[in-house]
């Protein structure tokens, strides 16, 4: 069973609900400023930990790292049954919400780096369409393998993958590949990029990504300031 941080919506009786997943090394608290920055007073957030420790944080499954510690930006060799325990453990998780009476477009899932994989395979499997998937800094577990095994509702659900266009740790030039084919396959997954490294690229990110969230839940879309990001079909 996963564990977690819940943060409460500010609108009363608000059933809508944001499922975060961190990245390598990291744990639920690391994203405890999301609320917050997103401000998105009608959200309620479940902060989730990974099931594996790792150092002084958390995983969602192994991940081979070169022996002379190089990081080029080529994405890792990763334990595909690491990721299928965790997406099994998310699925009970969601599980568990709609148990206690959410209905699977009333949940979507944000995750970061391992956290954005993990989004995708968990939620584009799941039995039936949730709101919206948003995959930061991340990048696509086999993404043919999932095109084909994906359910056919999986194709309605509003995807959001964002990556930096200098990317030390999974270079864009990797990923952006990846997210065309599952475009091209028929998800309706929108990319946009940041000039970032791996991390999220301060407010105009946040704010890009609380749009799509207003717009996955069918709530009016907030004035904001105009953000950075650049759209790529």
């Known amino acids: 069973m996963l564990t977690g941080t819940r943060v409460q919506a ?19 608290e690391g994203w405890e400023w999301l609320p917050q920055e997103l401000q998105l007073p009608w959200m309620n957030y479940l902060l989730v930990n990974a099931p594996d420790e790792y150092f002084s944080g958390r995983s969602w499954f192994g991940i081979r790292f070169p022996m ?15 990721i299928e325990r965790s997406r099994r453990l998310l699925w009970e998780l969601i599980d568990a919400e709609r148990a206690n009476g959410l209905k699977s477009e009333e949940i ?7 956290g954005c994989l993990m989004t995708l395979e968990a939620g ?23 095109i084909a095994e994906a359910p056919g509702h999986a194709r309605s659900v509003p995807v959001l993958m ?3 266009t200098v990317d030390p740790l999974l270079g864009i030039e990797h990923v952006r590949p990846q997210a065309k084919c599952v475009k091209d396959a028929g998800f309706d997954l929108s990319w946009q990029e940041f000039d970032k490294e791996h991390t999220v690229a301060g407010r105009a ?9 207003e ?7 907030a004035r904001r300031r105009g953000s950075a990001g650049t759209a790529v079909e």
């Open 10 to 28: 500010q609108e009363a009786g608000s059933r809508s609900l944001l499922v975060v997943l961190h990245g390598l090394g990291d744990s639920s």
């Open 162 to 164: 964002t990556h930096g």
């Open 108 to 114: 979507a899932v944000l995750g970061f780096s391992q």
């Open 124 to 146: 584009l499997r799941y039995r039936d369409p949730l709101a919206g998937l948003v995959g930061i800094s991340g990048w696509v577990h086999e993404p043919e393998r999932l």
């Open 215 to 221: 717009q996955s839940f069918g709530r009016p879309v």
């Open 205 to 213: 990110e946040v704010q890009f990504i609380a749009r799509f969230l």
């Open 68 to 82: 002379d510690g190089r990081i080029d930006g080529t994405l890792p060799p990763v334990d595909g049954g690491g």
